[in-house]
């Protein structure tokens, strides 16, 4: 079979396929281990301590002097998991498309195709940012960017820069650039802090009591956090509590120098970040003419219904409570590689 992603919903992927004795491969677009990690701007953290942001078999050590690990942390613990367990990737390979062949699935790729009883997707979302339909986007004359391609604060010192959105990737940019810029951070609503004490593994249990409670037939979790939710890691507690993490309300449109709100105030910028998420990165499967809506194919579990032999990990809750995040992807995999175990036997 063929698992078509090398980050770290495939490793998870690998590490119970092998557990089950099959046989396999991972193909990995990327030329190093690492997946969209190795993409992620400098001063990112965890939410959660590294022992709560493992893969399974295999904890995640702390970093020294840090309670939330950053981004080269876990390329480090990704690289060291798949040489533990010896997992086949083949690195610089880019899965085109997948189809049906009799009763095989054709796996299309730029060094070749494979053919497989079975495949799993989990290439993310990282290589599909989402950019909010604006008027005006056309007109700005500043630098725009999304989060995929932000990284330092040195490249916007002194600048004026708006940041857009308020989960946790817009309030760590924002509190990124807080002390280098004329910062405004602009929130579609009043951004929620969780409670200094609560980290990711809140918004872990959170995320699993919602899907339980969808599954039952239920809409009010009860829960304490939500996926919303930001988690104060010290560099945005730090900005906050020193005032530098105020939000403004969303723009309305984008004018050549800047932003404009519906009441026609104003505020210039030289740069806007766009930390507005992603969708899944599913065109490969574009062949298989699955039914579904934004991107989301109908799903039992992982299995898509449309196509038994397909399985997607790591995009959601759809495919699974938390399953984009490193804790909360192995118990889906577990479960796809068990369903998958089942098929081929």
Not at 286 to 303: E, I, K, N, S, Y
Request: charged fraction near 25%; charge should be positive; glycine fraction near 12%.
């Amino acid at each position: 079979m063929v698992v078509i992603g090398g980050g770290q919903s495939g490793l998870a992927a690998g590490y119970h396929l092998r557990r089950l004795g099959l046989d396999f491969v991972i193909l990995d677009a990327q030329t190093t281990p690492g997946g969209a990690w190795q993409r992620a701007w400098d001063s990112l953290r965890l939410f959660s301590p590294a022992a709560y942001s493992s893969l399974p078999g295999r904890l995640m050590p702390a970093q020294t002097g840090e309670t939330y690990p950053d981004a080269q942390h876990v390329v480090e613990y990704l690289t060291d998991f798949e040489k533990r367990y010896e997992l086949p990737i083949e690195r610089s390979v880019r899965a085109l498309g997948v189809h049906r062949d009799g009763g095989l699935l054709r796996v299309e790729t730029d060094s070749g195709d494979w053919r497989a009883r079975a495949v799993i997707s989990a290439t993310g979302t990282w290589w599909r940012p989402f950019l909010p339909a604006m008027r005006g986007r056309a007109d700005f004359r500043g630098r725009q960017l999304h989060t995929v391609a932000y990284r330092s604060p040195d490249d916007f010192a002194g600048q004026r820069v708006i940041v857009v959105g308020g989960g946790n990737s817009g309030a760590q940019i924002a509190a990124d650039l807080a002390h280098r810029t004329e910062l405004t951070w602009v929130t579609q609503r009043p951004p929620r802090f969780l409670a200094d004490e609560i980290d990711g593994r809140a918004l872990f249990d959170a995320a699993t009591a919602r899907r339980r409670a969808l599954d039952a037939g239920r809409t009010d979790t009860g829960g304490v956090a939500s996926l919303g939710d930001i988690v104060a890691v010290p560099p945005v507690r730090e900005a906050r509590d020193r005032g530098l993490l105020k939000a403004s309300p969303m723009f309305t449109r984008l004018v050549p120098e800047g932003v404009e709100w519906a009441d026609g105030t104003r505020a210039e910028a030289d740069a806007i970040i766009w930390c507005t998420g992603f969708r899944p990165a599913l065109s490969h499967l574009a062949a298989l003419r699955l039914r579904g809506r934004r991107g989301h194919f109908a799903t039992a579990g992982t299995r898509a219904l449309d196509e038994p032999r397909l399985h997607l990990l790591g995009y959601g809750d759809w495919t699974g409570p938390a399953s984009a995040t490193l804790i909360g992807v192995g118990r889906p995999a577990r479960e796809a590689a068990r369903e998958i175990a089942d098929l081929l036997a």
